[in-house]
């Protein structure tokens, strides 16, 4: 509890929608792989799926290997008694006998290897049962290097799982959506949708005429788009969809489980719906859930669009003084602009007053030396004189005598 007071609302949210998905129910082991996937909730799934595939792996391989070793036991129990040696009469009667035996059992031998092979080929179809889902016989190397490639690219594995689909049945389908699973419930609490979950088995008897009569018809292909619905489908020769099977426990097909938010909580399985089944009851019972649920995810759309607006609002208001912050700074910025060209122009003004000045001053000042060099006039006596005649725009006349 204390671990879960010091988490903030959007860890929990994680944990809880973590906890929808996984079906783990201990909250320190959620919490630790959470944060060790520094609270990336596709990631934890995605490696907490892939563990539990190994494990399934590891226990399928397990099995299948301690069988030879039993028949071996069984092989060479009889050796170990002297009595059966191929050297010793006794042994040679024992032979007799077992040979009779084996000879009237025969035919029930047969019977029971018959058995066993029917229900190990009807076991294939539910992982859950120890034996993992396996192609047809006839299944190509291209095929199993596809899959191989789906393992590595969940995406490319759904728009296989089209391409297949509609090379098989038509191209009148609900629209399949076109990513990964995680992906899909993600954009179902998002956008506040209903999401369906279509898991493929080629091998069941009940896949073709499900495909046929009820995937692709329109009645329930114009239904999904009515309602808004997002429909992911996987082949559970896939490695993602094997590990969607069991996530949701799956044992028999073909099967649709039908996931929705209910209120603030994470997405949740409401139905689960097994073996075939026909448009007019998928689309009876689903909109009976979907009548249920409306009024609690209406309530969260109206809360989240209140929010939004509110938001908005917020945004409005944040922009709009934005807008006058800046409108008050452009103001500020050309008073100061105007400001600075009248101290310029001010500036400009008394510097040329000043030069002015200057050259005023230097005019008489020159005029004061050059009047002060100036020699006197010579004589009239001096024969060597020059006369200097200059006239005023007053109309006055000056002459100056100098020496020649």
Partial sequence: MDQLDSLSDDQKSVLQTFQA???ID????IIQTLSSHNWNLESAVQNT?????EDFQENQSSSSSSTPLLNENRSTAPNRTPSSSPLSPAGAVQRQNQSLISLLLFPFTVGIQLFSGIVSYALSFFPFFGTAPRAPAGTSASRRRANAEGARDPQAAAARFLLDFESAFGRVHPPFFQGTYQQAIDLAKREIRYCLVY??????DDTESFCRQTLASEQFSAWIQERNIIIWAGD???SEAFKVSSLLMTTSYPFLAFIAHQGSRPASVIDRFEGNKTPEQ????ISQHIDRLDPQLAAVRAERTRNAQARSIREQQDEAYQQSLRADQEKVRKAKEEKERLEKEKAEE????NERKNLLETKMERKIRLRENMPLEPDSSESEVTKLSLRLPNGERLIRKFLA
């Fill in 21 to 23: 998905v996984t079906g």
């Fill in 26 to 29: 201990d909250i320190n082991k």
């Fill in 49 to 53: 799926l892939e563990e539990r595939f």
């Fill in 199 to 204: 898991l493929h088995a080629e091998e069941h």
């Fill in 236 to 238: 559970i020769r896939e």
């Fill in 282 to 285: 998928l689309i009876a019972i």
């Fill in 350 to 353: 008394e510097r040329q007053e």
